[in-house]
């Protein structure tokens, strides 16, 4: 991963089998690159930033001033380090300021530097494992990896990474010229936020009741019936009805019924050891079809609604408490027309 190409730095030396430029990638003729012994060592010796435990949605940065150069082998062809971080955006950038060295005055433009973020895990093979990479070829570049964020209620992911600078061009001049490039090596990670473990209360259930067509002032049987929920020890159970249908309260399992509103309270609580254990509970009422022949029509029962009446948090939720308006709707609705005049007598 430190390995720095050759091909525009001895350019002037290669005779057979003149390597290309890749990008990082593998030439068939010198691999990699040629190996630079103490960048490999400071990739994993030198810790450029230890960002690991910054708080969410902070942030920590650092910057240093490198010099890589063409007076091989006084100089160093490339810088390494590496960076421990958490979950967040980690951004890594490198800007050139300025040449020095004997022969400066023969460079003819800006310094070509490679900026490279390995993972510490390497690839199939074992090559190298580039997460990100980006071309100074006007001597500045940045990129950035996208480090992945705990889930709800984890701790912070802690991530490792080299960062490692390569020279690869001196206009001008050549491996065996003192020249030396100073530039800017920044790293920095902006953190990301964890989120919070939260708890909604949540019910499932069906409906069900005798037919889709009736006339008018017919009585239909409706069963609600509740076959789980989560996050609560207890809970009341309502169901819509349609406007013009009226509701015996004295049968089934009814506590009241609002004409103005249309909506059927049932008796008691449904516990959660009611319905655990695939058990479930059903709720009955009869409902009686609008009279008259202005009454024809089609009619939507329900949804049926869960509240809250004792929330159960389990205890990893952030702030132990119930999440939302500790209500919700289920079993769908159900369409039913009305046709015709009162057939009872």
Do not use: C, M
Request: proline content about 5%; hydrophobic content about 35%; cysteine-free.
């Amino acid at each position: 991963a430190t390995a720095s190409e050759t091909a525009f730095t001895a350019a002037p030396h290669h005779r057979a089998h003149t390597p290309t430029y890749d990008f990082g990638d593998r030439d068939p003729y010198e691999g990699y690159g040629r190996v630079n012994p103490d960048a490999a060592v400071d990739a994993v010796a030198r810790e450029l930033l230890d960002a690991s435990d910054v708080d969410d949605d902070g942030s920590a940065s650092a910057t240093f001033e490198e010099t890589v150069g063409l007076n091989i082998p006084d100089d160093s062809r490339a810088v390494a380090g590496f960076v421990r971080t958490r979950g967040g955006t980690l951004d890594v950038s490198v800007e050139f300021t300025r040449y020095a060295g004997g022969n400066t005055g023969l460079t003819r433009g800006d310094p070509h530097v490679d900026l490279f973020v390995y993972g510490a895990e390497p690839g199939i093979n074992g090559e190298p494992n580039v997460v990100a990479r980006a071309a100074a070829v006007q001597g500045s570049a940045s990129t950035s990896v996208d480090v992945p964020t705990a889930e709800a209620g984890e701790e912070p992911s802690e991530e490792t990474y080299f960062v490692v600078a390569k020279l690869v061009n001196v206009p001008g001049v050549a491996n065996g010229y003192d020249v030396q490039v100073n530039f800017d090596l920044d790293v920095g990670l902006d953190a990301g936020e964890i989120p919070d473990v939260t708890t909604e209360f949540t019910a499932a259930g069906s409906r069900s009741d005798d037919a889709s067509v009736f006339t008018a002032g017919q009585t239909d049987r409706v069963r609600v019936t509740v076959e789980d929920f989560e996050n609560a020890a207890e809970v009341t159970i309502t169901d819509q009805v349609p406007d013009g249908w009226t509701v015996e309260e004295s049968y089934g399992d009814v506590e009241s019924f609002d004409p103005d509103s249309g909506t059927v309270t049932f008796q008691g609580t449904v516990s959660a050891d009611q319905v655990g254990d695939n058990g479930n509970v059903t709720l009955t009422y009869f409902a009686e079809a609008p009279e008259g022949a202005d009454g024809t029509g089609t009619y939507t029962f329900g949804p049926a609604e869960a509240e809250v009446v004792e929330p159960d948090v389990p205890g990893e939720d952030s702030d132990g408490k119930l999440d939302g308006d500790g209500t919700d709707s289920f079993g769908g609705t159900d369409t039913n027309t009305v046709v015709g005049a009162d057939t009872e007598v």
